[in-house]
Each structure stands twice: as C-alpha cells, then as structure tokens.
C-alpha cells in the first residue's frame, strides 16, 4: 500500500466528471495542480486550484506547447519514494512529489476522424499529456495514473477503503491501460503521417484498437476472444446499434461483417438487396422490386444454408420483410434502419440480435485488412475493386444480351465476398448456385450445380434455375474443364479476369458450346 494521495495534477482535454471527481480528491485534503482550460473549469466550481506554471514558477508559453514539460513536474512523478538518493535530490531542487495525474490527451483521433486539415492535426498531437502519463506509470508503484474518466469512480473507492490511498493491484492496472492509451495514440499519429507521406509500407507499422467487448469465447469454446474497434467511419457492426437480442458471438461478428461488406456493394437508390450469409460465404443473394421480393430470391438460392445465418439489408427493415425473415431461425439482422412495424415484428424474437448502422459500407473507400502470421502479419489494401460494364472485354463470338450483362456484372460482384476458389451463378438479379473455397475450381462450379439443383428440388421446380444464368469466377479458369462443368450446369454467359496460359483454348472452348464470355482483367481472389 503506498501512502495516501497528496496532491494531484489534473490537465483534461473531455472535462466531462471532472468537477465531481476533483470535488471528492479536495474532500480527502488532496492539493490541486492545474493547467489552461481544466484550471479555469475546477475554479469556476469553487475549488481552491493552484496553476502549473505558479507550481514551476515557469510560464505557460508558445500557445501552450510548454507548460508540463519541467523537471518540478517530471521529478515529482518519477521519483522513486523510498530511493534516499532521489528524496535528497527532491530537497536539493525543491521538487514535491505528485500522487494522482489524471489526463486524457488532445483530441487527435477525433481531428482526424473529422477530416480537419493538416495544421489541425498537428496542433492537436498532444505531447506534455503522454510525457506525463508515460513517467506517472513508470512509476506506479507510488503513483496513480488516470486517462479515461470511466476510471474516476474506481480511484474514489479505492481511496475511500483505503484511507486516501489507492491499492498497488489498482495501480499496476491503471499503468497498464495508460501505456496502451499512448500507443494506441501514437499508433494513430504514425498511421496518418503514413499518408501524409503518401508510404503503404512504413518501416514499422502499428494498429490500436478500443475494446467494445470480451467475448464468450471465440471460433470455438476453447479460445479466449475480444471485440476491439479502431474508430474507422465506415458505417458496420462496429458501429452498428443493436436494438435486441443476445451479445453477439466471435462468429456473428465476423459473419455479420461479411454480409455487410457484400450488401453494401449495391446502391439502395437502385433498388433494394439482401444477402445471407453463413461462416462468412453468401449462400443468397439477390436484387428486387422491394426488400421482400429480394429477400425471397436470396433466400431461394439455398434456403437450407440459410438457416441460422446473418442477413444484410442495403435499405431500412420494413414490416413485412420482417414477418418473411422472421419464418426461419436467423442469428442476425443487420440494417441501416427499420421503422417501428418492423422493430415490433422482430421484438417477438427474443434472440434475433438486430442491428442499425445509419448507412452502408462505402465498397470503394480506402482501408487496409490485416491478418496475423507466424511471427508476423500482412497487411493489404482492401479489395476495393469495381468493374464496370465498360471494363468489360468480349473475348468470345458471340456478344452477352444485356440481360446476361447485368447478371455477369452481378454475379462478378458477388464473387468478390465468396472464399476462393468461387464460383456463382446468377440470374434475374439473383444468386441461383454458389460454389465457395475450394481447392479445384471445377469442383466450385461443380457444388455450385449440385446446390442449385437442390434448391430446384425445395422449390418444386422441373430444371434447376442455373439454365440460362451467368456465370462468374473469381480468377481465371485454368482449364476448360470448370467452364464445361458451367455449361452442363445451363449457364449461357461466363465473366472472369482472364489472365491464363490457355485462354485461347478456354475462349475456344465456350465458342464451341455457345457461350458468350467477358473478361475484367481484375481478379478477386479471397481467404
């Protein structure tokens, strides 16, 4: 147990608490150290508060970039207590030590967040706040450091049950969130100065993430798992509000992502579109008239794989798409809204989880995906690819119609969220046979018939809907053998990059059995 808290330098940039708090250390006969604004605000509430620069007898100056950074600041933190040579140095140079510092520092990520100019985030990179929150903690072992007003309560408990002081327990935890709070910070700083200098690759690179939630476990009961987020903008389930349901699992995270991603790839103001997902594949997708009519169509796809898996809407929840959603067991919803008939529907659900974002995904912005390795991890822009019909190159005799246009160009887009190797037929606006992750890419379009062929069964229909569909891969066929297994299977129209040692022979291939076949030029590869 140290000794019971003395004094105190307060210096906050969110001042939200800060009276209270300040009010109860005053109660325990704590002295108050200030600076600028947070002085004033302690002041105007009727504390007794004495100025940082009358403590140093040195003057704030350059705008306030000097204030904290002098060694009657730094000696009172860092001294060791019990060290005879650091308390004859304190008596030498008349430096006291501090007990308590509670900053929280300039508000660089929200600048930035907010998209303020460069002079903006420069001034707001904070640097006597980590200075001294780096020194408090360092010295833990007889100084309380805070950085998140959520902790004021739990240094007031700790003081009130132990006679003024704070637990050594309480402490090292405090010191710990500290130093993850400056390098979460100058994670940021770093990843912006990265583009500032227009480098992909720095030399050294950081991520720093908020914890949103500890998790039951992740992919499997056997492993520990959290939920962090990084403050991005881009509407999703990290920003998602979730009006009902159970907490949301690992899986459902990951899943929910997934379905949004891909949802968020259709324009709402070209009509609505809903995806299902299962363990991060679509296994519906599809485009309609209204939400209900898209969503049925996704859902004919493979109504089987859709039991118990997430569905993405890119327009707001409407009520009689959620007596349609609500006939099946589904995990999650996720929405940029839904009107009250609609909340009131999926009430009746106790644990349909429903989420809300406010918008979608834009599916060209800028980002980066990181994925960990032994020893390491790669980092990559996101797939932020869009291929237009312009892009598209008619590599075969016959032109596609400009149905098959509209369904190659949808199938393609699909492609793009589905595990590699894919395939996905699409027709009407609508997945009707989707083939994910395998090792071969016959064997892709070779699942993707036999599940729509099931589909046909569920349905109670004579042919299964990939006659007269598009087809889509991922990546060049390497073979003709993949495209022959989507011919016997009805598709009439074939996208993919091209790219492959023998497209002439796949080109002359789909010529023979009558297909009409575009190539991106833009692969879409996914693991």
Same mark, same amino acid.
Request: charge should be negative.
């Given at each position: ?424 037929? %699409?027709?009407? *606006? /609508? $997945?009707?046979? =989707?083939?994910? !992750?395998?090792?071969? #890419?016959? &064997?892709?379009?070779?699942?993707? @018939? ?36 989507? %011919?016997?299977? *009805? /598709? $009439?129209?074939? =996208?993919?990059? !091209?790219?492959?040692? #023998?497209? &002439?022979?796949?080109?002359?291939? @789909? ?17």
């Amino acid at each position: 147990m140290s000794e019971p808290i003395k004094r105190a330098l307060l210096s906050v940039s969110d001042k939200s608490g800060l009276v209270p708090f300040a009010q109860v250390l005053a109660k325990h006969g704590v002295e108050l150290l200030s600076t600028g604004g947070t002085a004033r605000a302690l002041k105007e509430a009727g504390l007794e508060v004495i100025d940082v620069s009358d403590y140093t007898g040195f003057p704030e100056m350059m705008d306030g970039r000097v204030k904290t950074l002098h060694p009657k600041v730094h000696g009172g933190l860092l001294a060791v207590r019990n060290n005879a040579d650091h308390l004859e140095a304190m008596k030498t140079h008349d430096i006291g030590p501090i007990d308590l510092v509670v900053v929280n520092l300039y508000p660089f990520e929200e600048t930035v967040a907010k998209g303020g100019d460069y002079d903006s985030c420069i001034e707001n990179i904070d640097i006597g706040g980590p200075a001294m929150i780096r020194s408090a903690a360092k010295n833990h072992a007889f100084v309380t450091i805070v950085v998140d007003v959520e902790d004021y309560d739990r240094v007031l408990s700790d003081m009130e049950a132990h006679n003024g002081a704070t637990a050594m327990d309480t402490r090292k935890n405090l010191a710990a969130k500290a130093y993850a709070r400056t390098g979460a910070y100058d994670a940021a700083i770093s990843s912006w100065f990265a583009e500032q200098v227009d480098t992909f690759a720095p030399e050294r690179r950081a991520f720093a993430g908020t914890l949103r939630q500890t998790l039951r476990y992740g992919e499997n009961p056997h492993q520990q798992a959290a939920f962090y987020v990084t403050g991005d903008a881009r509407p999703g389930v990290a920003s998602a509000r979730q009006l009902q349901g159970k907490e949301l699992s690992y899986n459902n995270i990951n899943d929910t992502d997934a379905a949004f991603e891909l949802v968020g790839e259709f324009d709402p103001a070209q009509g609505p579109a809903v995806a299902i997902i299962k363990h991060a594949n679509p296994c519906g997708v599809a485009r309609g008239v209204t939400l209900t009519e898209a969503y049925k169509k996704a859902l004919a796809c493979d109504s089987v794989s859709a039991f118990g898996g997430i569905i993405a809407l890119n327009s707001s929840l409407d009520e009689t798409t959620a007596q349609e959603i609500a006939k099946i067991f589904t995990e999650v919803i996720i929405a940029p809204d839904a009107d009250e008939a609609a909340q009131a529907v999926i009430a009746q659900k106790k644990n349909l989880r429903l989420l809300l974002t406010g918008g979608l995904p834009d599916p060209v912005a800028e980002g980066l995906t990181v994925r960990t390795v032994a020893g390491g991890y790669l980092v990559q822009n996101r797939d932020a690819g869009k291929i237009g019909r312009d892009d598209l190159k008619v590599v075969t005799k016959r032109t596609p119609t400009e149905q098959e246009f509209e369904d190659l160009l949808f199938a393609f887009t699909i492609a793009k969220h589905v595990k590699s190797n894919t395939i996905v037929y %699409a027709k009407d *606006g /609508a $997945t009707v046979g =989707i083939g994910a !992750g395998q090792m071969s #890419r016959i &064997d892709s379009a070779r699942i993707a @018939a036999c599940k729509a062929q099931d589909a046909a069964e569920t349905l109670g229909l004579a042919a299964p809907l990939t006659i007269g569909s598009a087809v889509a891969s991922d990546a060049f066929f390497p073979f003709a053998d993949g495209l022959l297994a989507a %011919a016997e299977a *009805g /598709a $009439t129209s074939v =996208i993919q990059p !091209g790219g492959s040692i #023998r497209d &002439d022979e796949v080109i002359a291939t @789909a010529d023979e059995v009558g297909l009409a076949m575009v190539f991106t030029g833009m692969r879409h590869f996914k693991h």
